[in-house]
């Protein structure tokens, strides 16, 4: 065999080594960019920072890049490694993150919105909004009905495989609201596309919220009557400030598409207090929660041992959805201290993500990042 040859030979396996290890887990790089993105974009529009501005834009474009990379070798391997798929899709924990590819849909939605709003004109915008909604949307109703199925059929999973992974469905379902709201208000408001996207919007609210309570209530058992999980599954727990922070944006964008006027006969004026109560009461969870993630990333580093793994991505997108409910609440509330914590939790952020790319960076590198789990 000639060296090209085998050149060929390698490169073709080094494909196919990536598609068939190409698990669900990778479109949580494209979250945590995608959500870093628009933080950074609000940090420069309450700070006034141009620079700040175009590297946001930066961070969109990236997760746009990388999301059309990803769907390659997510699709293939769909089709080429089924019985791979099938493995994840019936793993106690490596199928809750099959979501986190719809669930970047809608971030990228979002973050065009905030970015490129001024930029693109309606006319395109609209559309290119409207379908990432739309399969973004069919995509978390789906999985989440075929994964909550298959996690109640599977004798197999036991208390110890809890851990806050299993908050990703749910959240998926609380992220439909982020671009629905937002779509309902600015785009589509007094239509009857308005009012089936905000309908679809509210649906997928309570079914996100409830589904929180019940699963979270699961996991916290399992934290308190079991042994912490591994070093690997550390970043999961900072999963926890991803509900209530979303739930945060949710009520604020809700409040704007009623304002707007969706064609439904509902009185804004009475619920805008109450409203407004319920997002601090969120948030301020989202703050005890924060802390809390520090106190258990501490015990990890200090009593046991936190490694890297590809799960530090975990770390970003919950701390991302944070820092951006924070702005939310400065607007919602006209309490200018939420800015600052925006400010304080982005700069965060961006550190962590620096991190975590720069080592996923030296996996791919190493051919280390493609391999059985």
């Known amino acids: ?73 997510w699709c293939l391997r769909l089709v080429l490694y089924p019985d791979r798929v099938w493995a994840d899709l019936t793993h106690p924990i490596r199928s809750q993150f099959f979501p986190t590819m719809p669930i970047t849909l809608i971030v990228v939605g979002v973050g065009l ?23 973004g949307s069919a995509g978390i109703f789906g999985f989440g009905l075929l994964l909550v199925t298959l996690m109640f059929t599977n004798d197999r999973i ?9 908050y990703i469905p749910p959240v998926s379902h609380l992220v439909i609201p982020l671009l629905g709201f937002l779509l309902a208000s600015e785009y589509y408001a007094g239509t009857l596309a308005g009012q089936t996207i905000f309908t679809v919007s509210v649906v997928a609210l309570g079914v996100g919220t409830f589904l929180f309570l019940f699963f979270g209530s699961i996991v916290l058992y399992r934290y308190a009557y079991e ?38 006969d509902i009185a804004v004026a009475p619920l ?13 969870f989202s703050a005890w929660w924060f802390v ?46 939420f800015g600052h914590v925006l400010i304080g939790v982005t700069a965060l952020l961006l550190i962590i993500w620096t ?7 030296r996996l791919v590198a190493r051919g ?6």
Do not use: C
């Not at 080094?14 to 959500?35: D, L, Y």
């Not at 919105?113 to 399969?135: H, I, N, S, Y």
């Open 1 to 73: 065999m000639s060296n090209v040859e085998r050149t060929t030979d390698d490169t073709w396996s080094r494909i196919a080594t990536t598609i068939e290890f190409f698990g669900p887990q990778w479109f949580g790089s494209t979250m945590g960019t995608g959500v870093l993105g628009i933080a950074l974009a609000l940090v420069a529009i309450r700070a006034d920072l141009a620079p700040v501005a175009t590297l946001a834009v930066a961070f969109v474009g990236l997760t746009v890049v990388a999301t059309v990379t990803y769907l390659i070798p």
């Open 292 to 337: 809390l993630t520090g106190a258990l990333v501490a015990y990890y580093v200090t009593r046991r041992t936190h490694p890297f793994f590809f799960t530090w991505w975990a770390y970003t997108f919950p701390i991302g959805a944070f820092a951006v409910s924070a702005d939310v609440l400065a607007t919602f509330l006209g309490v200018a201290v």
């Open 227 to 264: 042994t912490l999980p591994h070093e690997k599954l550390a970043p999961t727990f900072a999963i926890g400030l991803a509900p209530t922070s979303v739930l945060v944006i949710d009520l604020a964008r809700l409040t704007h598409a009623l304002q707007a006027g969706v064609g439904f």
């Open 158 to 166: 036991g208390p110890d495989d809890g851990v806050f992974a299993w």
């Open 113 to 135: 919105a905030q970015t490129m709003g001024d930029v693109l004109p309606a006319a395109t915008l609209r559309p290119l909004l409207t379908v990432l909604f739309a399969a």
């Open 355 to 361: 991190i975590t790319a720069g080592q996923t960076w």
């Open 272 to 284: 805008v207090p109450l409203l407004k109560l319920l997002a601090l009461l969120l948030w301020g």
């Open 368 to 373: 280390r990042a493609f391999t059985a789990d």
